[in-house]
């Protein structure tokens, strides 16, 4: 149906080196002198703390002493999810970059950019899970290092003996970003945009709190909108930047329940069909920030708030970890289409409507058997926090005959509405391709890709499509590119 995109050989990275001192933080220049802040005077003891520092990096990478830490979410912890169970996890120590691959540092190795955003110093993004693996073997060779990394059809190899750059595991991300707190952020239990870029318009327990605030420490803040400059805002207390929000960063794990028994240096499923990504991006709301959050996606997705970080072992493990794309869906040359979607405001109905036109689909709408009345943003939202699965008065009728479910909704609370979750746990989606697209007010898919992928175990999720509100004049238009990108022509 829809071919991966083609990964493309890496040639070089241009490190940031980072410094931490007792009385300043020094940021050595990046290859485009950019300096960004530094005390003019360092005293003795400065440059001895300086030079200490620089004993524990390795290419500009900052070494984390390993140890043990509880992963995952405690029961009382607002809006986690069921997949965040806690559990004691040790891991080794590890190198890792203070900063998220920016685009400088990408398009000097792959001779293109393919981010939403434009700027140096800003992190890549629109770039697939595989695309940030060959960006690590490539780095390896140009610097003189062994690649960790090896892909044969759909079997992803991590030799963890060699000495080349890779990505986080999820284990390592976690522990990156936690820094040796417990809390739900490691500044504490809230979180702004003064210390992270998310919709800041969206705080942690917003949902609790948007139509009548009874918590006091739930304050808005800005929504710059975008990516900013990967030195941005202050760093964690392990030297780490961005960790929460900017751009999600992709991790080696397949995604899957925690394998419980594997408690040291765990790497993830064996097998799987979502990659793990981490932190929240630009647009995320905060709770899609908390350390404890998971999300996955289709390795091959591309989304303008999805980009990685790189790491490297400390010292060579003895093991190599092989992992294997486990889909293998194969859609017929006509394959039988079924448009389904929920619609409050008749925006997704439009789009729905035009794509039904375009394909001569089927249609069907999502309907609720009590559908929402009074004000939306209340009822919908205690859907929401109570996880309601709102019964549906609709229902289809032979699931089984579609080979492709083109799936619209409207992003509401960063996510899915309550219905669309009815309707993906009321059939069997495995095999098939779901190609999901959002009207929305700004939030563009929230993180409701990665909830979609969750839900319809067993299916591919391809490339979405989503649109502000009634789209414009373009939407038809807009609406066969997306279909034809995916492979699906119009009449």
């Not at 140890?67 to 607002?78: A, H, K, L, Q, V």
């Not at 990659?275 to 630009?282: E, M």
């Not at 190599?320 to 859609?331: D, G, M, P, S």
């Amino acid at each position: 149906m829809k071919s991966k995109k083609k990964v493309q050989i890496i040639t070089l990275l241009v490190v940031v080196i980072l410094a931490a001192t007792g009385t300043g933080i020094y940021f050595l220049t990046r290859d485009d002198d950019s300096q960004i802040f530094a005390d003019s005077n360092p005293t003795e003891t400065d440059r001895q703390d300086e030079n200490n520092t620089m004993k524990n990096e390795l290419d500009g990478l900052i070494l984390l002493e390993g140890g043990t830490f509880t992963m995952g979410s405690p029961d009382n912890e607002r809006q986690r999810g069921t997949d965040e169970v806690s559990h004691q996890v040790t891991v080794d120590a590890f190198y890792v970059d203070a900063y998220e691959v920016t685009q400088q540092d990408y398009e000097a190795v792959m001779g293109e950019n393919p981010s939403h955003f434009s700027g140096a110093n800003l992190p890549v993004e629109n770039v697939t899970w595989y695309e940030a693996v060959q960006y690590c073997n490539a780095l390896s060779e140009r610097r003189g290092l062994t690649p960790v990394y090896t892909i044969e059809g759909n079997t992803v190899s991590w030799d963890r003996r060699m000495d080349g750059y890779r990505l986080l595991t999820e284990a390592e991300w976690e522990y990156a970003a936690r820094a040796g707190t417990t809390t739900v952020f490691y500044d504490g239990n809230q979180i702004t945009s003064d210390n992270a870029n998310f919709e800041g318009s969206y705080p942690y327990l917003i949902e609790e709190n948007y139509v009548t605030r009874h918590d006091p420490s739930v304050v808005t803040s800005t929504n710059r909108g975008k990516t900013i400059a990967v030195n941005s805002l202050a760093p964690n207390g392990f030297g780490l930047y961005n960790m929460y929000g900017n751009v999600s960063e992709w991790c080696f794990d397949y995604y899957g329940e925690y394998d419980l028994a594997q408690t040291v240096n765990p790497v993830g499923a064996k097998s799987g069909s979502l990659r793990v990504n981490r932190g929240g991006g630009y647009n995320d709301f905060a709770k899609q920030l908390r350390s404890a959050y998971r999300s996955a996606t289709t390795p091959d997705t591309v989304e303008q708030n999805l980009g990685f970080r790189i790491a490297r072992n400390a010292q060579p493990e003895k093991s190599i970890e092989e992992t294997t794309y486990n889909l293998n869906i194969q859609t017929p040359e006509n394959p039988h289409i079924l448009v389904a979607y929920f619609s409050h405001t008749g925006n997704t109905e439009n789009g729905a409507q035009m794509i039904e036109e375009q394909l001569g689909a089927d249609l069907f709408e999502i309907q609720m058997t009590e559908p929402y009345r009074g004000n939306i943003y209340e009822v919908s939202q205690q859907d929401l926090n109570n996880d309601v699965r709102p019964a549906l008065s609709s229902h289809v009728e032979n699931m089984p005959q579609y080979d492709i479910v083109i799936l619209g909704y409207p992003t509401w609370w960063s996510t899915m509405p309550m219905p669309v979750f009815t309707f993906l746990e009321e059939y069997e989606f495995s095999g098939k391709v779901i190609l999901p697209f959002s009207s929305n007010g700004g939030t563009r898919f929230g993180d409701s890709i990665s909830d979609l992928s969750k839900t319809a175990i067993g299916a591919y999720v391809g490339q979405g499509f989503e649109y502000t509100y009634s789209g414009g004049s373009s939407l038809s238009d807009d609406l066969v590119t997306w279909l034809s990108n995916n492979g699906i022509g119009v009449k």
